[in-house]
């Protein structure tokens, strides 16, 4: 239903304003690509054709349709709702502008009638501006594969390119031998030390349960998921799922009164979570000055604590 009213409100504004509308016709749809998936193609016929039966709009065509539809997928920025409703807009700027998994622009406030961006990295005279479509915290593999099936290209950014993602090796599970499963290779993931291989969907399963087991956990449980992860052989301190479970503790020490347990561990991991951000993120990033004010309060929690002899409060 939510993508029937876009295709409607679209094909009036064809109707009643073209001049308008022209600014839409010469945006790209991506139709050729997108049309190879028999559930989108057939989807989009039954749109042009309940548009024209159902709600009388007899002017409108299968090609209208399915330029539009592909336009919004293309260039449409997607927002939800407090109340959980979608919308989505469409900027004819903003759709000038290129994706980045290390952008250095990101959206402030809630898209509305406009859209602001602010700088979150230095940028070079004659850089290209870019933004993130996806969640940068999400592993490599996740935000290709999210890129390739929703806007049809093969991400070459600066982190996509970098084997290490800038050192991090935030997606990559580490080798008993020290080195780690970086290098895709079709369905396998090799190690970029010894050359040890291991299956790539093994790989993803055994990342898939730890995160549903970080994300059921209750906070008292954390610092017991954090002793078995550090004692696993494939995760190490800048893996993504170690980076979520640093996020999980932070804010629960900074949002309630911790254990001396709970909060030694939160100061202790709570540098290695900035870090990450800011090498993924930016040194301006709305996540990281969100975990920077976080970290600086479980600190004072850590100070009060050890000045007072008992629990932070």
């Not at 945006?27 to 193609?41: F, I, P, Y």
């Not at 602001?116 to 935000?143: C, D, M």
């Amino acid at each position: 239903m939510y993508a029937m009213v876009a295709m409607v409100r679209m094909m009036i504004l064809k109707k009643e304003d073209p001049a308008r509308y022209q600014v839409i016709e010469e945006l790209m749809d991506h139709w050729e690509e997108r049309a190879e998936d028999k559930r989108v193609s057939d989807m989009v016929k039954y749109m042009a054709a309940f548009c024209r039966k159902k709600l009388c709009l007899d002017w409108v065509t299968d090609e209208d349709v399915q330029h539009a539809f592909g336009v919004l997928k293309t260039n449409g920025v997607g927002h939800i709702n407090p109340n959980g409703s979608k919308v989505c807009f469409l900027y004819p700027t903003v759709s000038l502008m290129s994706h980045s998994c290390a952008a250095n622009l990101e959206i402030v406030d809630s898209p509305a009638r406009s859209v602001k961006f602010v700088a979150k990295r230095k940028i070079a005279k004659g850089e290209e501006l870019t933004w993130s479509y996806t969640n940068f915290l999400l592993p490599r593999h996740s935000i290709q594969d999210k890129l390739s099936q929703t806007w049809l290209f093969n991400c070459q950014c600066s982190r996509c390119t970098d084997s290490s993602e800038f050192g991090l090796f935030y997606s990559s599970q580490k080798c008993v031998c020290g080195g780690y499963f970086s290098q895709s290779m079709e369905d396998r993931t090799g190690c970029d030390k010894c050359g040890k291989q291991v299956d790539s969907l093994t790989m993803m399963m055994e990342e898939q349960s730890m995160m549903k087991e970080l994300s059921l956990a209750d906070n008292v449980d954390l610092c017991g998921i954090l002793e078995k992860f550090l004692a696993s052989e494939t995760v190490h301190p800048t893996h993504h799922i170690m980076v979520r479970l640093y996020m999980r503790l932070v804010e629960s020490v900074a949002r309630s009164s911790p254990g001396p347990a709970v909060l030694a561990v939160a100061v202790l991991h709570g540098p290695t979570l900035l870090q990450v951000l800011d090498r993924l993120d930016g040194e301006e990033g709305k996540l990281l000055k969100k975990y920077r004010k976080m970290l600086s309060l479980v600190e004072y929690k850590d100070l009060v604590r050890r000045q007072g002899g008992g629990r932070a409060e």
